[in-house]
């Protein structure tokens, strides 16, 4: 059984706004993107589904962006 890994990083503002121009050119063309975080280099396919989840407790609110995907497609 391989590991899990979990990796997390903050970028800039700058830096989020030229992911996300990445990742969605490559949603719309349904291409691979790849991204490296925190020194893991992460493939997703274009068949990945993407959620977005919003999260309120007490004063503090948040939104996540994900991507899931199975590693082989089947």
């Not at 059984?1 to 800039?12: H, I, L, P, R």
């Not at 993107?33 to 925190?38: H, K, L, N, S, T």
């Amino acid at each position: 059984m391989k590991a899990q890994v979990d990796v997390e990083k903050s970028y800039s503002t700058k830096a989020t706004v030229e992911k996300l121009k990445r990742l969605a050119a490559a949603l719309e063309n349904e291409e691979t993107f790849e991204i490296q975080i925190a020194g893991e280099r992460v493939y997703v396919p274009p068949y990945a589904t993407v959620e977005i989840e919003y999260e309120r407790a007490g004063d503090e609110e948040g939104i996540e962006i994900e991507l899931k995907w199975k590693r082989s497609k089947g």
